[in-house]
């Protein structure tokens, strides 16, 4: 049992940085692959970021260059910092752990989730 408490999230200008935690209780978290989705209002979940259990980090083309994806396994948490942030960018984001080890992109994948942080952009 994986569980996952995320924090960063807020209201920031387009053009502003922040700093995502997906914290993780367990003591198997180096064993799991660490995803970020996000999902706003009448849209689906969206792909944004994965990262392996060897720290091997696959993004989506709409965050590639401006969001880095990194993990402390031995800290349990993962981060996502997110740079240059747009309007588009607005969204609630989730973490969330899947016992494939590789980086899934597909949500179906992932076993465990937290319940998310709103990030919001404004222009």
């Known amino acids: 049992q994986v569980q996952l408490v995320e924090s960063g999230g807020g209201l920031v200008q387009a053009g502003d940085s922040l700093r995502l935690s997906c914290a993780a209780s367990?003591?198997?978290?180096?064993?799991?692959?660490l995803g970020w989705f996000r999902q706003s209002p009448g849209t689906q979940r969206e792909f944004v970021a994965t990262?392996?259990?060897?720290?091997?980090?696959y993004y989506a083309d709409s965050v590639k260059g401006r969001f880095t994806l990194s993990r402390d396994n031995g800290k349990n948490i993962a981060y996502l910092q997110m740079n240059s942030l747009k309007p588009e960018d607005t969204a609630v984001y989730h973490c969330?752990?899947?016992?494939?080890?590789?980086?899934?992109?597909?949500?179906?994948?992932?076993?465990?989730w937290g319940q998310g942080t709103q990030v919001t952009v404004s222009s």
């Open positions: 969330a752990a899947s016992r494939s080890g590789l980086g899934p992109v597909s949500h179906s994948v992932y076993d465990y």
């Open positions: 367990g003591r198997t978290f180096g064993f799991y692959s």
């Open positions: 990262i392996s259990k060897n720290s091997n980090a």
